[in-house]
């Protein structure tokens, strides 16, 4: 192996999902300038919009689409134009 290739900053970093406040903690070089505690430990904290514990497809809830609606509403929309 290479000899200092490998970054300097890997450590234990807590990853916050605001979406369900869902704390897991990880190795990672993300820059952060905010810390939190878990545990009686402080750490790095990067914040998430979603994670494995509010994707629609780890949970198995998925959110219901109305495409008819949606096709309906861009024909009449757009039936003006037609010639």
Do not use: C, Q, W
Request: charged share 35%; no cysteine.
């Amino acid at each position: 192996m290479k000899a200092e290739i490998h970054p300097k900053n890997y450590r234990v970093v807590a990853f916050k999902d605001m979406s369900n406040d869902d704390i897991f903690l990880t190795k990672s070089t993300a820059d952060t300038n905010e810390t939190i505690e878990v545990d009686g430990v402080e750490y790095p904290l990067v914040k998430l919009e979603i994670s494995r514990t509010s994707h629609p497809y780890y949970t198995g809830k998925s959110k219901l689409v109305d495409t008819a609606g949606r096709i309906d509403k861009f024909k009449n929309k757009y039936a003006k134009f037609k010639k």
